[in-house]
């Protein structure tokens, strides 16, 4: 399908193993967002990059929470050390560039439900 | 700080009738505001945004209307349909397509046949 790619879908760990969660995103979107949605919660930003660049990382909650995009498309989000409260689903969200003022929504994939136990 | 709040966590209406779901914001720094729809086990689905220097949006059923000196938005879906039943996600964000969302805590729809 031509929309964003999340895998996997599930997973399950147990407290102190390392993860990583990858994004494919939409085809020409420069720009990838990470987002991390808590029960009854709406998502909250994590991190965003444009192509490769990392240009906010002021939402990962503690240096265990790593993010890439070596080659601006494909993102991976690693988690090293996991606790229980990781436990969430993680978002990947893509746009396009804003073209003449006109602003490019957020296209979001159907995320990673993390499970540490 | 929650700069953007939803404050009814669930509505319920008649096939038919008009959905009005709610949402407030504190930022008056935000230049657009969006509204997302969920399905269990999906991601959230772009539905429709609206620009800071407008007022109202309108695309099919949905209409979003915009209330500044308020700082409130509200999203009409006008005939509500059951297939229309999921949790709506207010989103507010900066100027560009670099700029994060700030969510709402969502509102579960339940239109009923």
């Known amino acids: 399908g031509a929309g964003v790619s999340q895998s996997p879908r599930y997973k399950v760990a147990k407290r102190g193993q390392d993860v990583a969660l990858r994004c494919d995103p939409i085809?020409?979107?420069?720009?990838l967002f990470w987002y991390q949605q808590a029960l009854g919660q709406g998502p909250e930003f994590l991190t965003y990059?444009?192509?490769?660049?990392?240009?906010?990382k002021s939402g990962l909650p503690s240096d265990r929470f790593f993010a890439e995009r070596p080659e601006g498309s494909v993102s991976t989000l690693k988690i090293q050390r996991t606790q229980q409260e990781d436990s969430a689903v993680y978002l990947c969200?893509?746009?396009?560039?804003?073209?003449?003022?006109?602003?490019?929504?957020?296209?979001f994939g159907d995320g990673t439900r993390l499970s540490i136990l | 700080d929650q700069q953007v709040k939803q404050n009814s966590p669930s509505l319920s209406v008649q096939e038919g009738r008009i959905s009005i779901l709610n949402c407030d914001y504190t930022?008056?720094?935000?230049?657009?505001f969006l509204w997302y729809k969920k399905y269990p086990a999906e991601g959230p689905t772009f539905l429709i945004s609206?620009?800071?220097?407008?007022d109202k949006n309108e695309d099919g059923r949905f209409t979003v209307f915009l209330n500044k000196s308020a700082k409130h938005l509200s999203l009409h879906i006008v005939p509500s349909q059951p297939g229309d039943s999921a949790v709506y996600f207010c989103?507010?964000?900066?100027?560009?397509?670099?700029?994060?969302?700030?969510f709402g805590e969502g509102t579960q729809l339940t239109v009923n046949p």
């Open positions: 969200a893509s746009s396009r560039r804003s073209q003449r003022g006109s602003y490019q929504p957020q296209h």
């Open positions: 085809s020409g979107h420069v720009s």
């Open positions: 990059f444009q192509n490769e660049a990392q240009l906010d």
């Open positions: 930022n008056s720094m935000f230049d657009y």
């Open positions: 609206i620009s800071s220097i407008k």
């Open positions: 989103a507010a964000s900066g100027r560009t397509s670099g700029s994060r969302l700030t």
